[in-house]
RNA sequence: GCCGGAGUGGCGAAACGGCAGACGCAACGGACUUAAAAUCCGUCGACAGCGAUGUCAUUAGGGGUUCGAAUCCCCUCUCCGGCACCA
């Protein structure tokens, strides 16, 4: 045996070289002969630190799953690109002075370098980052059409603004009150603002969520963040004139209300402000929410604060009632109506609210002591609860009592049934540079011009210095580029640019056709590729891209411009990577953070690879074990001996090489296919257990298929491997094994005898053996006679070909 | 508080309701070697035995369904992720 040392840098040099030099990985876009695969990556920030060791998992991910499709005669599409727009690009070229351009683009080399070292299966002619005009030209063009359509408005509303990062900030970028990168303190402010209506669209992405294959965990994250809730909008006369209206999910209590609360920041309490006695503790109390807004509210709230408005009150439809008003900071002028009403007896908040203001309650529903606490509608619903103190409606069930009470404030014309989301607008402009204009012009006559088709993309102007002077955006400091004067068009450019999600909304649908300079990506091709067929990226993502995707691409299948309702079909999230202390990789404790470059250089790109796929399942969260890489490499070094070394011989395998060989094509084809990485590894490595060995030889179909089977997991060494064998071609297109049943049958099988569930004995009998046969066979055993002595057989099952379980006592 | 997910050897983990712990790591014993590394073979829940084997325990804890439960149902605890006054 010469031993054949595993050159792995040598081998992955050699194969990434072939790879690019015979173009292996360009897809025909437009070969429609084959069935599709599409297999996307969430595409990277191209930071300045380069990979870390969560980004090979869920590419290696797709990178197999893309291969073993190639295989089996799909025309794959697996692109990569970069979501090259950002922070810190934009703060190095406040620092330096100079264009973010040049910054991105040498990281964009970088992080391409290690992706190829990797060997993934990337066609890099498809390659997009989003900060690139040619591409970004279609976010502008896309934006327009939203603006045109009326999806996206310039409208005054109240916005997140840091001062620190001088921008304003969705709410998923602010976290308990500060901004999440860097931390600064946020505040709550009025601005004109770049908004798109994503409420318009709740109904549809509420819809699109029952046909896509997503992690649960996910769709029900998205349905969340949409917040729908059905329910009555209500409309209360106040007294001495005036009228406002409620929203109510729980229209059955509305014989318990003792008194409504409105928002301190909303209108109607500066509408009602003359006709309140005490005026300057109302006013006190509302210049205190305005200061809590920029504060961790919640803390604050141990208590439930508010004001009663002294000398205003209201009359309650359903009974003619008068109610007390109050302010309260857990009314939110941005939710419902601003307005709520109160019922302490079957909501905490309202109970924990009138007991720290001294206001009475009413029971309404039967059921449960409400004097310590409120007796609320997920303790109620469904359980046949009956009202009571409720006029006519007394008696009635709560569902009843929701029609019924409903159906006559209707017919009074005090109410309408509305649905309210808690998902509201989506602010889309931001104070920075380094981001995509956007594409309209203020006209000195006030109105909004957006640019024609032949002025896009709008590019992004050179400028002296990348910081906005006074929480302004620093687009105010291109004096020049601002003036717009063509075709009597006179005015000034927004100077504002997207936020960072705009871009990556539709990068999926470029990819299909990045290189177009006449439309977005052409239709044909969109319809032949999408959806995506498979998506992996971080659990992260799960609301901002995600739902931002959705709404961008629902928008313009809507508009005929987007060939499926979901982009997504299928979704797997990538769990971390933990450090081996067993805590996430970062700054903390840098000693644990693994480099992949670093495993790269130390052991080869394959088993960096084939490592992160056998640490455990895709989607949980592992810890690094620098042995277990060790552990990898060894089974590749043993791969290899074993096909290099030991001699390759052209007989058939014998039937139980031709099992182990099948099962083994089974196990893998059908684990890859599910994602279940690791186990597909395991019995590769149990394949290699019984065929390697000094001496041993190896049939030329076990030692192909092999081969084949290990090469989506590590192409390099496969390739190699492939071409030891004699052939002078890569296997990226060779046809996937195919598994026959008759090999995996056998004569006999040993089957389980168990005595009242406990396993006695073990028996063999014919593989199509009969249930009486089974049986007779299992008391005919002499353990089983011993274990069932003296005792009466009640039972016996029979399990055809697993097991026999004897009922005796 | 609410929603989602998870809890199995020393560790990462396997296991259509049917022999728990496959596979890997670590550990231990052995072969090769002057020696080490690499490699190969073996052991690896506990107890007894040279051994085949036997006995016992066992999938966070408690209850239930079932001939049979890591797996299904109910309750409790712990951990992770998300949301958090949404009317």
Redesign the pocket.
Known sequence: MN?TEYNFAEIEKKWQAYWAEHETFKTDVWDFSKPKFYALDMFPYPSGVGLHAGHPEGYTATDIVSRMKRMQGYNVLHPMGYDSFGLPAEQYAISTGHHPEGFTQKNIETFSKQLKELGFDYDWSKMVATSDPAYYKWTQWIFKQLFLDGYAQYIDMPVNWCEELGTVLS??EV?DGKSERGGYPVVRKNMKQWVINQPAFAEKLLEGLKEIDW????K??QR??I?K?E?VEVKFQIVGGGEFS?????IETIYGITFM?L?PDGQLVQDLMPRIKNQAEVKAYIDETKK?NDMD??E??KG??GCRLEGVTCINPANGKEAELFI????????????????PSH?Q??F?YAVAHDIPMIQVIDGADVSQKAFEK?EYLGKGCKLINSEEFTGLTVEEAKEAITAKLEKMGVAKRTV???FREWIFARQRYWGEPVPVVHTDDGKIYPLPDDELPLVLPELEDYKGQGGKAPLENATEWKKYDRNGVKGVRETSTMPGSAGSSWYFLRYVDPHNDKEFANYELLKHWLPVDLYIGG??H??GHLMYSRIWNRYLYDKGLSPVKEPFKKLVHQ??ILGEN?I?MGKRFPKYVVNPSDIVKKYGADTLRLYEM????L?????W?A??V??????L??SF?MVMDQPVVDRAPNADELRLLHATIKKVTNDLETL?I??A???L??F??AF???GKELPREAAETFVLLLSPIAPHVCEELWEHLGHDHTLAYEPWPKYDEKHLAVDEV???V?V???????IMVAADATEDAMREAALADE?VKA?IEGKTVR?V?C?KG??V?I?AN
């Open positions: 031993n709410n998923d976290i992690p649960e965990s996910t029900e994250m969340h963040w917040g809730s329910g409620i929203f109510t999910t729980c609360v928002a809590k509210r919640t604050l709230n439930k604060s309260g900071d857990f009314v939110l002028a941005s939710y419902g109506t601003g307005a709520v009403m109160a019922v909501d908040r309202d924990e997920g309210n989301y808690h659990p992260e799960a609301v769990g971390m067993g996430k056998f640490m455990g399942p989607e949980a969260s592992k810890p074990s042995a277990g060790e552990g990898a490499f060894r089974f070094k043993r001996r279940n690791n186990t590894i395991s019995q490595m149990i290699v257990n390697a060995g000094e040993e089957i389980l168990q009242l569930g406990k396993p006695k004995s073990r353990k274990a039972k099952i399990v697993r097991l379980n009922v």
